[in-house]
């Protein structure tokens, strides 16, 4: 290892250029070993390379919100969809605006398409809403079973405590129940649903409080003391919508929540442990967009799956707001649901007020339901809803044209370069050949090894940065090369002028490849796919350069200097000091002058 | 070669060398000339923008008879906008419709296979809107504004703060000529080709890096010695590390220039040969700029220090007085490019 410079003695580490080669060696050995035991011997590669899947998506104007699809709700959308994409460990995934109204995913082949086009596609509106009634999700069954919630549900609303609950009814929905007793379908169909509305009397204080922030419900008046049968078609339409709601069918699902509005009361399906189960649910509450961040995690005490939520100030207060509410409520209206593109992914119950913005979940969560319920709950709050316009699989044939170009471009590249240090610097170029084919086998193997580990993907620019690497590499060795040629050209012999060159090569290597470095790094991170992953394949071999130099280079040419070819300036060995116009060790006259130039005697 | 080699140990001597800082304003007006040339190609030519920025769609298809004539006319009437094609060198062709959205791009590709007699499935259809060359635009400027503000900050650290400054200039110097070209020959301006130009922020600046770095040790204890002026200093450093630059240039350039004969030679277009091209004149207009316009401008700046000033009266007061003492002036040093190696203090080691 290049020890630092100690002190103003030029010699680093040329003491012990063995102990700096077995390094390199042990890590390249170990790279590649490493690759070849977990198989990763190719790196993966980018979906211009290799094929993959290209997922069309196409913004839906909501009803009422005819402006929602604008630049700043698209670029939202692109953000949240591309952290979900890349959550799942699918890096190199492409996930760009096109047109007005598009989002384009592109996803690489080798990952997991169907997970990635399922948080792709589901993603959209997230919403907490009060649950007003809960049913078993499958057909209106002929036995009065009430609040049938089966078993599966980890939260209390199981039982059939539905019944003599007063203040759930003052929910707008509650209002409209008293017309629904008179459908005899109802009343067979939940029990939890039609009590809390059949024998109301009008709810207590809660009452008044709930009609405030009902906001826009419509309903919102409907309160009144007077149960007026239907007065409200709307609800009456929902309670019908509920009795006949089948969930288990999958296009009643879909149809059930398509086209509320947020602040309209829904009917929703959902799972239940593996069960469906079927919602009444009030108007929005808090929006997904409320949510500043959520996880699974282990809650050590009690060794059991939890969702963390964080909300933003907005959104505490208003979770605090629902929760307050609720707390009051028995089952299951003590429960909110949250409930992703009309979808119910969760109901968990409330027992107390919840402010300050923290809040967790809690109850019978596996670690994967736990963490998913985490992802959608973080990544769920798109500000618009998306369906799947095309699914496009990329052909292969043309990627591999262009890779193998690539290869080719490279390969030419390399014997250019190759050619032109041999051409130049005779036996010197041997050092650099190899010092390259150092380098080429330690990008070669990291790149193999990220595949696995980081989703490192080569793509085409990746290719091409690669190739472009080569320049950056052999530059290094240059510099040094033409160190040690001067120092030689000042009547050095060869031994001295290695160590005499090497710190201030050093530091030009250093100066400037930082610079690269720090161009890469930038590019990195402000800009986004394809150019990715050129920035990281150059910054990559910008450190490896550095290593390779540090690591090999230096010794090698330490090394080297001991041998007779090298040192005696064998005319082959690039280090010829005749030829490099080296003076002779004592004064000598130039030009003719007959005078002893005074001041350019430089020898030491 | 070894004529090289010996140019290297003359350069490196100081037996010969071009006086690069003494005739600045030549390369000054030469740069300020294309500079000129560049801005009134951009502003009367424009920037022929590829697809990606208009939006539109990209087909390839598979090795194919049908005349590239015929291919122009079958797409323009499939989509009803313009089309260009090339022949690609795999005996596919490349179809670039502007202005097509991607409702209707799935039609045209049906319409481009029966008319073509390939299989449509076989085509591979790209299909961008306008809002993403946008999106890496606006990337890029942010990319070159953190990253010239950070180089900045850097060189005035590793460096001084008239090297970074230089740098800088010589920076914008290679953009601008690297667009200029582009307009003026109007090479087609893809996401490709600002990849290439963000790379050339750090390729032309490694250049310009080595060559600061000889001057930054060539005038080391500058001040200590009354010989050379520090214009002399910079000059002696450049001819030394002119064999370098050259080097490093030409091996930089070896690569690129591989890729952008396979990339054009082979694949007719697309991201290889975009990314290559740029960074092929970035490359050139790079090394240009760290020789004759980085270091100058330096030496600029460096001039107007007064210790700086103190130090060329010095020399020139001393020079007078050999002068005028007669004898031994003219081969030794005097006004003639300097011809004494500047490096590593060499003030002590003379004897």
Known sequence: ?604 | MSKLGDLGAKLYRGEVGYDFVGKRFLWYGVSILITITAIVALAVQGLNMGIEFKGGAVFTTPKTTVSVAHATESAEKASGHDAIVQQLGNGGLRIQISGLDTDDAASVKKQLGTDLKVDAAQINADLVGPSWGEEIANKAWTGLGVFMVLVVIYLAIAFEWRMAVAALIALIHDLTITVGVYALVGFEVTPGTVIGLLTILGYSLYDTVVVFDGLKEGSKDITKQTRYTFSEIANRSINGTLVRSINTTVVALLPVAGLLFIGGGFLGAGMLNDISLSLFVGLAAGAYSSIFIATPLVVDLKEREPAMKALTKRVLAKRASAAAKGEDAEGADGDDTPQVVAQGGQGRRRR
């Open chain 1, 1 to 604: 290892m290049a020890a630092p410079k100690k002190g103003r003695r030029p010699t680093g580490a040329q003491g012990r250029p063995g102990r700096a080669l077995a390094i390199i060696l042990i890590a390249m050995v170990a790279l590649t070993a490493g690759m070849f035991l977990t198989k990763q011997t190719t790196p993966r590669l980018g979906i211009d390379l290799a094929g993959g899947t290209s997922i069309t998506l196409k913004a839906k104007s909501e009803p009422g919100k005819p402006d929602a699809v604008n630049e700043t709700n698209m670029n939202t959308a692109v953000g949240i969809i591309e952290r979900r994409v890349n959550g799942l460990g699918v890096s190199e995934a492409e996930v760009q605006t096109q047109g007005r109204d598009h989002i384009i995913v592109n996803i690489p082949k080798g990952t997991n398409e169907q997970q990635a086009r399922d948080q792709v596609g589901t993603t959209a509106q997230l919403y907490f809403r009060p649950v007003l009634a809960f049913a078993d999700g499958a057909p209106a069954a002929p036995e009065p079973k009430p609040s049938t919630s089966t078993g599966a549900s980890p939260s209390p609303s199981a039982s059939g405590s539905g019944a003599p609950k007063p203040e759930g009814s003052s929910k707008p929905s509650a209002s409209a129940t008293p017309s629904s007793s008179a459908t005899s379908q109802g009343r067979v169909l939940s029990e939890a649903l039609k009590a809390p509305g059949t024998p109301t009397p009008s709810p207590s204080a809660s009452e008044s409080k709930k009609a405030d922030d009902s906001k826009a419900t419509p309903s919102a008046s409907a309160p009144a003391p007077a149960p007026t049968p239907s007065a409200d078609p709307a609800l009456a339409n929902l309670q019908t919508k509920f009795a006949t709601l089948d969930c288990t069918k999958e296009d009643q699902r879909a149809a059930a929540g398509q086209g509320v509005k947020p602040e309209d009361p829904m009917v929703a399906c959902g799972q239940r442990g593996n069960q469906w189960g079927k919602w009444i649910l009030g108007p929005a509450q808090v929006a997904g967009t409320d949510v500043k961040d959520a996880k699974g995690v282990i809650d050590q005490q009690r060794g059991q799956w939890i969702v963390t939520m964080q909300f933003t100030d907005k959104g505490a207060d208003k979770f605090a707001k629902i929760t307050g509410e609720l707390a009051t409520k028995q089952s299951p209206q003590n429960q909110f649901a949250i409930v992703l593109d009309g979808e119910v992914i969760s109901d968990p119950s409330v027992s107390q007020a919840l402010t300050g913005g923290n809040a967790e979940i809690s109850g019978g969560f596996t670690q994967q339901s736990a963490q998913d319920l985490g992802n959608m709950l973080s990544y769920g709050a798109l500000p618009l809803s998306f369906q799947e316009d095309s699914v496009t699989t990329v052909t292969a044939a043309l990627g591999g044209e262009q890779l193998k170009a690539g290869l080719i471009a490279g390969a030419i590249g390399l014997a250019l370069v190759v050619i032109y240090l041999l051409v130049y610097y005779r036996g010197l170029a041997f050092i650099a050949i190899v010092s390259l084919l150092v380098s080429a086998i330690l990008t070669y193997t990291i790149m193999a090894l990220l595949g696995k580990g980081i989703g490192f993907a080569l793509n085409l620019p990746a290719v091409c940065g690669a190739i472009v690497a080569i320049g950056i590499t052999a530059d290094s060795f240059i510099v040094y090369f033409e160190r040690i040629r001067d120092e030689i050209r000042e009547g050095r012999t060869l031994r001295p002028a290695v160590e005499r060159a090497w710190p201030r090569a050093r530091r030009t290597i250093l100066v400037s490849d930082f610079v690269s470095f720090l161009a890469a790094a930038v590019l990195f991170v402000v800009t986004v796919g394809k150019v990715r992953g050129f920035a990281f394949t150059l910054g990559l071999t910008t450190l490896l350069d550095v290593a390779v130099v540090f690591l090999f280079t230096k010794p090698v040419m330490t090394l080297l200097a001991r041998t007779k070819f090298f040192s005696s300036g064998h005319p082959w060995s690039g280090l010829d000091p005749k030829r490099l116009g080296a003076k002779p060790p004592l004064r000598r006259s130039r030009r003719g002058a007959p005078v002893p130039a005074p001041v350019d005697a430089k020898e030491a």
